[in-house]
Nanobody
Framework: QVQLVESGGGLVQAGGSLRLSCAAS????????LGWFRQAPGKEREFVAT???????YYADSVKGRFIISRDNAKNTVYLQMNSLKPEDTAVYYC????????????????????WGQGTQVTVSS
């Protein structure tokens, strides 16, 4: 199991930026596939972005070109840089982790990930 702790959420105006961080512990970070998901009020949790341990990234269409996922293996941390934020980006953001044997494995389904953080609130005002 991996323990995950998110930080960096807050209130921002539309068009602004935020950077979320997720610190991991408990297992070999460099072999983890890491993902970000979000859940808006009254909606299901949805995929935002994922990064393989080889460094390949994948994004939901709704955030492509605005959000950037990255990882720092030396700090056991995954980041989500969110730019050009919109009110519809308002949600609780969760990071998730799953071990993989292969550098190019990526996951994007909730059921793919066994470890989850507690979430951090992001609110974008119009």
């Amino acid at each position: 199991q991996v323990q995950l702790v998110e930080s960096g959420g807050g209130l921002v105006q539309a068009g602004g930026s935020l950077r979320l961080s997720c610190a991991a512990s408990g297992r070999t970070f460099s072999r983890l596939v890491l993902g970000w998901f979000r859940q808006a009020p009254g909606k299901e949790r949805e995929f935002v972005a994922t990064i393989t341990w080889g460094g390949m990234t994948y994004y939901a269409d709704s955030v492509k070109g605005r959000f950037i996922i990255s990882r720092d293996n030396a700090k056991n941390t995954v980041y989500l840089q969110m730019n050009s934020l919109k009110p519809e980006d308002t949600a609780v953001y969760y990071c998730a982790a799953e071990f993989s044997l292969y550098s190019n494995t990526y996951y994007y389904k909730i059921t793919d990930f066994a470890s989850w953080g507690q979430g951090t609130q992001v609110t974008v005002s119009s």
